[in-house]
C-alpha cells in the first residue's frame, strides 16, 4: 500500500516538473512540443474542483486506500465519506425542486413566458427565488419566451405565378410581365 501511495505522488510531482519546466520555457519563448503547458493551466485532476477529485477517489479506491487518496489530492476524508452520502449540492436539490413548479407555469403558458413572468408567477404563488435563477434553470433546459407572433417581412420563397389563361378571349396581346404592349387598341372618336 505504501508504494502505491509512493507512485501516486511520484506522478504528481513529475507533472508538477513537467509544468515548471515548460513555464521556464514559456517565458524564454520557447516550448518543448506542442501539448507542453503549465501545470496550474493544465485541468488535471489536481487542479479541479473538489466534486471531481472526490469522483478520482471513488474511481481508484478499488486500488489506492481512500484515506492516502484524500491526503495526496488534498481534500479531506470526511468530507469525500459526505459526498458519497450525497452526491449532489442542497442547491442542485432546490434548483430540482423550482424545475417542478417552473415547467408547468410555463406550459401553462403555452410556452409563451419568459423567465420575468415564470418569476412573477412564483413568487405569486409565495415561492421565494431571483429571476436570475429562474433565467438560469430555464435555459440549461432550454425552455424559452416565444417571442413575436407575427409574420416578419421577407421573401418566403416559394413557386412564382403563372399567367392565368385568358378565358375572354379579347385578342389583346400581352407581354411576358403583364403588360399591355404599347399599341393603339383604344377605339378613336374622329370628328363628328
Known sequence: MGQAVRQVRAAARARIERGRRAAALAVRGETTHRRARHLKKGRRVLCQGIRLKYAFIQQYSTQYPVRRLCEVLDVHASGYYAWRRN?????????????????????????????????H???????SCSRHRVARLMRSRGWRAQVGYRRRPGFYGGAPHNVAANILDLGIPVDRDHRFRHRDHSVRYRDQ
Open 87 to 119: 452526491p449532489h449540492s442542497q442547491r442542485h436539490h432546490e434548483d430540482q425542486r423550482l424545475l417542478v413548479l417552473v415547467k408547468p407555469s410555463w406550459l401553462e403558458s403555452g410556452r409563451v413566458y419568459g423567465y420575468r413572468k415564470i418569476h
Open 121 to 127: 408567477d412564483l413568487r405569486a404563488s409565495g415561492e
